[in-house]
């Protein structure tokens, strides 16, 4: 919410132009448990914390719309019971062409307590990439309080230090974000199987253009020219 930062990112997002943009605002205003403590704390205090969380939650939203207008992706993530999902910034997002969200348990996706107990904390994923989405799209269907992951467990308590750690995305989160990102630069013709990186199309009209201009005075002076890489930058909001 510090107006420096903002402007920093959005300078680095402008100059890199990712392919995906992941948003992971503050969700803590907006969290059940504040609510459900409200009315037994400080209103000056609850009201001044929501409305940080509501500029910052506002500010993504604007870089999704900017990310989406451009033919990129981006994805964001938010607890699944949050309130900050009928923000008004987020339902405009919503309602976007090809906007969807899913539900995610993060006990499949690696999120556990340092004594390896799952935490299931469930999660909204919003993406303009349904191959994404789809990736991460993944329940627990464990009973009473067991985990259906594969080396099983019971359930620990999202709260406190706990919660504060699973705020932190799991290598198994992390994967299956970049399996969906494949398939949907696959799907949507920006990349083929068994290649490594993509480039966007502002990109690939500049470096092309370069590459034919360095190519024709290599050939004049009868030096070799080294291939021209692709890359693809990534930038995650926290």
């Known amino acids: 919410s510090i ?6 990112a959005e300078d680095l997002l402008e100059k890199q132009r990712p392919a995906l943009l992941i948003g992971s605002p503050m969700c803590t205003p907006f969290s059940s448990i504040q609510s459900a403590n409200r009315g037994r704390r400080d209103p000056a205090i609850v009201e001044d914390e929501l409305a940080r969380g509501r500029l910052h939650l506002a500010w ?27 923000e ?10 090809g906007v969807q969200r899913v539900l995610a348990d993060q006990c499949q996706l690696g999120q556990e307590t340092l004594a390896g107990d ?24 464990g009973r009473n309080g067991m985990c259906s992951r594969r080396q ?16 932190i995305f799991q290598d198994e989160l992390c994967v299956a974000i970049l ?9 949507d ?8 990186g993509m480039i966007t199309m502002h990109d690939f009209s500049v470096n092309v ?30």
Request: overall charge positive; charged content about 25%.
């Open 3 to 8: 107006p420096a930062q903002r402007r920093k």
């Open 60 to 86: 993504c939203c604007k870089l999704y719309k900017q990310q989406a207008k451009r033919g990129a992706y981006f994805l964001h993530e938010h607890p699944a019971h949050a309130t900050s999902w009928n």
């Open 88 to 97: 008004r910034c987020v339902r405009e997002v919503m309602q976007m062409e």
């Open 118 to 141: 799952p935490l299931k904390k469930p999660t909204g994923f919003m993406s303009n990439a349904p191959h994404l989405l789809k990736a991460l799209a993944v329940r627990c269907f």
């Open 152 to 167: 099983g467990g019971r359930h620990a308590e999202c709260l406190g230090s706990r919660a504060r750690r699973a705020a």
């Open 179 to 187: 399996r969906g990102l494949r398939a949907q630069l696959e799907n």
């Open 189 to 196: 013709g920006r990349m083929k199987r068994r290649e490594v």
């Open 209 to 238: 253009t370069d590459h034919c201009l360095r190519s024709t005075l290599a050939e004049q002076r009868g030096v070799p020219l080294e291939p021209a890489h692709a890359t693809c930058s990534f930038v995650r909001q926290g």
